[in-house]
């Protein structure tokens, strides 16, 4: 079996994504040797996209937020991957299910920084740096992995799977609202599909923000003024198909759509 250094399991990784090849699980020698070396990987996919693809990174996605996933995926804390520039969509978008392999929507809170945060903090402190709060709909390729075989280092590899997201209308005033107790609802063609809320996502969707700042900051890469972070999906994954009306609700927070053609 070839042996791949970092950045050369990262070019392969990405083109299994561009070619929306289906895979079961990461191919042997594209396998992070553990969870340190899928973060070198990670890091290289992003600037693959970076420099030829996706464009600017314009913020994060938290992924595996809750106790059930990081169980399955033998680990115990969450994961983070980058958000790109051209796939960053606005209160509605309108996609093709052909340009995916499997897309999948998430739903959730996302942030969007009024500061840089060249540190961590308690969720308190980073609480002050967030200028606006809004619904949104984080979009999954997963190339029809099998979950069942699932690991945290293959989704850290992949850049945890973000095929972009669709961000609500910012809410400015979000610091007058619970957001632990804010209630979130999925729907398909105007049947709830689910619901939850924010204390889903490690209790409070500030705790998820304050641990990837301390993540970033910890790898020198912090958050930047601007820059969007999503908090992790308060209901489990849902594929929509062709035809589809995605909605997520959330209470005090708007609405974010997909349609897909």
């Not at 079996?1 to 050369?8: K, L, S």
């Not at 500061?115 to 740096?129: N, R």
């Not at 927070?253 to 997909?258: D, K, N, R, S």
């Amino acid at each position: 079996m070839a042996t791949f250094d970092p950045r050369e399991k990262a070019r392969r990784i990405v083109e299994l994504f561009r070619r929306r090849q289906p895979i079961e699980i990461l191919p042997a020698d594209l396998y992070p040797a553990n969870l340190d070396e899928a973060y070198a990987i990670r890091r290289a996919f992003q600037e693959v996209e970076e420099t030829d693809g996706r464009g600017a990174v314009a913020g994060y996605k938290i992924g595996l937020t809750t106790p059930v996933m990081q169980k399955l995926c033998g680990v115990g804390e969450p994961c983070y991957g980058a958000i790109f520039a051209r796939e960053v969509h606005h209160r509605r978008a309108e996609l093709a299910a052909a340009d995916y392999c499997r897309l999948g929507v998430e739903t959730e809170i996302a942030f969007r920084l009024g500061e840089d945060l060249p540190q961590g903090g308690d969720p308190g402190k980073i609480a002050a740096t967030v200028e606006s709060c809004m619904a949104a709909i984080e979009l999954i390729e997963d190339l029809h992995y099998d979950y069942k075989r699932l690991d945290a280092a293959a989704m850290v590899a992949g850049n945890v799977w973000n095929a972009g997201v669709v961000l609500g209308t910012p809410v400015t005033g979000w610091r007058d609202q619970d957001l632990a107790r804010a209630t979130a609802r999925l729907s398909i063609n105007g049947q709830e599909i689910g619901s939850g809320n924010g204390g889903d996502v490690m209790g409070h969707p500030l705790n998820a923000l304050a641990w990837l700042a301390d993540k970033l900051a910890a790898a020198g890469n912090p958050l930047r003024r601007g820059m969007i972070v999503m908090t992790g999906s308060m209901v489990p994954i849902q594929y929509p198909v062709a035809g589809d009306r995605v909605v997520i609700e959330v209470s005090g927070l708007g609405t974010a759509e997909l349609m897909l053609s």
